[in-house]
Nanobody, 120 residues
Framework: QVQLVESGGGLVQAGGSLRLSCAAS????????MGWYRQAPGKQRELVAT???????TYGESVKGRFTISRDRAKNAVDLQMDSLNPEDTAVYYC??????????????WGQGTQVTVSS
């Protein structure tokens, strides 16, 4: 089993910033992708940002230009810097890890989620 440990959620005023962090309990030699998804009440879970082993990043349309993802390969961890937050960013944020396994297998792992609340 792989555990993802999340930190950094909280309450912030509109226009403010937060930083989320996530660390995996294991170091993976194979290629992988790591990042964050989020889910607001009554809505489906959506992509926030991911980053691959080779540094390729992907951002959800609603956060482009405001959020920045980075990773520390040595610690198998990622940080998400969130700036210019607005109430629409309020959601539970889930850390995500996808690991490429032998024979074409891909395994997904999820954190338990951390609450981000942005007040007006």
């Amino acid at each position: 089993q792989v555990q993802l440990v999340e930190s950094g959620g909280g309450l912030v005023q509109a226009g403010g910033s937060l930083r989320l962090s996530c660390a995996a309990s294991r170091i993976f030699v194979t290629s992988n992708s790591m990042g964050w998804y989020r889910q607001a009440p009554g809505k489906q879970r959506e992509l926030v940002a991911t980053i691959t082993t080779d540094g390729t990043t992907t951002y959800g349309e609603s956060v482009k230009g405001r959020f920045t993802i980075s990773r520390d390969r040595a610690k198998n961890a990622v940080d998400l810097q969130m700036d210019s937050l607005n109430p629409e960013d309020t959601a539970v944020y889930y850390c995500y890890l996808m690991v490429n396994r032998p024979y074409g297998r891909k395994d997904d792992y999820w954190g338990q989620g951390t609450q981000v609340t942005v007040s007006s």
